[in-house]
Nanobody, 115 residues
Framework: QVQLVESGGGLVQVGGSLRLSCEAY????????MGWYRQAPGRPREWVAT???????NYGESVKGRFTISRDNAKNTVYLQMNSLKPEDTAVYYC?????????WGQGIQVTVSS
């Protein structure tokens, strides 16, 4: 019933930018902390960014200064603006919604950074 749908991924060159979107269905993101995580092949899942219900963002050290997380509650959507992309950013990116009562994950979307 609850579904998080990521979009905006793809192939980008080193130094380029992408904006990921995560639209929630069957839930209201204004009631939840939203986040982005990523997982590269053979690597554990890594926390990228979160944004609280009060629009306070937090970032992992590897993306701080390059990525920006934001939300549009009217569209029930959270975004991840990714700038100055590096090959190490290549991964499947997952959207997460976490509230007091439940946590939901998206299916993931591929981001590939190449030169």
């Amino acid at each position: 019933q609850v579904q998080l749908v990521e979009s905006g991924g793809g192939l980008v060159q080193v130094g380029g930018s992408l904006r990921l979107s995560c639209e929630a269905y069957g839930s209201i993101i204004s009631l939840a902390t939203m986040g982005w995580y990523r997982q590269a092949p053979g690597r554990p899942r890594e926390w990228v960014a979160t944004i609280t219900t009060g629009d306070i963002p937090n970032y992992g050290e590897s993306v701080k200064g390059r990525f920006t997380i934001s939300r549009d509650n009217a569209k029930n959507t959270v975004y991840l603006q990714m700038n100055s992309l590096k090959p190490e950013d290549t991964a499947v990116y997952y959207c997460r919604s976490s509230s007091f009562s439940a946590t939901y994950w998206g299916q993931g979307i591929q981001v590939t950074v190449s030169s």
